[in-house]
């Protein structure tokens, strides 16, 4: 019997673990599209204004150089305009957050299910049968969850690995709990 829980607790594990990562890669790759929309809007707005700058200047003084500039600046201001309307960087953003907050649901599910494997409570089929549904969901995520970057990886590498951002100590944990509920059950 114990064997069982082992072995569902094998697989949960694992599962638990990739999408802790999942989870982390969809963040990333959330704060990569903000990142890259908060650049191209303020490129967006300094050039927009340098073309402006431009023009009116073209209108005072008739120097070839000045149309030119403002003629390139008025390229690069239709450039961007024109990457915005055919990529919604929002959207984009909007959904991979989306996302990772369906697959930190999930990992709270599958955390839940590996505190009952511990417990033994309920048995293993019954658990097993819970997992199973949350399989199925995770599956179905995975599916339709938006796509990533390598740099969304190499960013949640460095997250998890690196800065050991899930990584939580007790006393950490105890220190957002009041008094009565800090440490291990007596």
């Not at 082992?6 to 963040?27: A, F, G, M, P």
């Not at 339709?144 to 998890?160: G, K, Y």
């Amino acid at each position: 019997m114990n064997n069982e829980y082992q072995l569902l607790l094998d697989e949960v594990r694992q599962n638990y673990s990739s999408v802790v990562w999942t989870h982390k890669i969809q963040e990333k790759q959330a704060d990569i599209y903000h990142e890259k929309y908060a650049k191209l809007e303020a490129a967006n707005i300094l050039v927009a204004s340098a073309t402006s700058c431009g023009i009116v200047s073209t209108i005072f003084c008739d120097n070839i150089w000045a149309k030119i500039i403002a003629a390139a600046l008025s390229f690069v201001t239709i450039t961007i305009t024109a990457y915005f309307k055919s990529f919604d960087i929002k959207e984009m953003e909007k959904q991979n957050k989306k996302y990772a907050n369906k697959f930190l649901v999930i990992r709270n599910r599958l955390l839940h299910i590996i505190c009952d494997i511990h417990m033994k409570k309920r048995n293993v089929d019954e658990i097993n049968l819970e997992y199973i549904s949350i399989m199925d969901d995770l599956n179905e995520l995975y599916t339709d969850a938006p796509s990533t970057t390598q740099d969304a990886v190499d960013r949640a590498f460095e997250a998890l690995k690196v800065n050991k951002e899930y990584t939580i100590s007790d006393e950490e944990i105890d220190n957002f709990l009041p008094p009565t509920l800090r440490g291990k059950v007596e």
